[in-house]
Every structure is written in structure tokens, then in C-alpha cells.
């Protein structure tokens, strides 16, 4: 079951690495999955949003939810000093 403790801890978590290099794998179905690094760019109450830069200077903002990562739906991975460290 859900808690309400566990959503904030991973909001927290999240809270705390904005600014940083981050690679994201999000579930798109079918066995298909978007695997792309990005930059943590904010977070809100409900959701957060990572800024990918693509080949062709386009950038692209994307939003989250927290329930996202709680759900494994979405995996996050902050690289630090050239590690990677889970968020969940």
C-alpha cells in the first residue's frame, strides 16, 4: 500500500538533487522503454520536470510524478561525480 511517508521521502530526495545531471527510464509499454540523461530542473508539489537536450538544439521539458518512481513506472538515476546513485 501507498503511504504518504513514502511519497515524501521520495519528494525530498528528488527536492535535493535539483540542478543535477540525471538519466531517466520511463516505461512506455509493450517492452519499450525511454531511457535519456537530463538535468533536474524543478519540482512542484505534485510532479517534477527534467530538461533533455536533444542532437538538435531543441530542448524538451518533461514532467513526472512522484507516484511515477513509486510505481517503478519511472527510474531515476542522479549521476554524482561521475556515479550514478538510485532514487526510489
Do not use: H, W
Not at 52 to 66: G, H, I, L, Q
Amino acid at each position: 500500500m501507498i503511504e504518504k511517508t513514502d511519497l515524501f521521502q521520495i519528494k525530498r530526495d528528488i527536492e535535493n538533487c535539483i540542478g543535477q545531471k540525471v538519466q531517466l527510464k520511463a516505461n512506455k509499454g509493450r517492452k519499450k522503454a525511454f531511457i535519456r540523461e537530463g538535468v533536474l530542473e524543478n519540482t512542484y508539489p505534485s510532479i517534477f520536470i527534467v530538461k533533455f537536450e536533444n542532437d538538435y538544439d531543441t530542448t524538451r521539458r518533461v514532467s513526472y510524478s512522484y507516484t511515477d518512481i513509486l510505481t517503478k513506472a519511472v527510474e531515476l538515476v542522479v549521476c554524482k561525480d561521475n556515479k550514478k546513485i538510485q532514487v526510489s
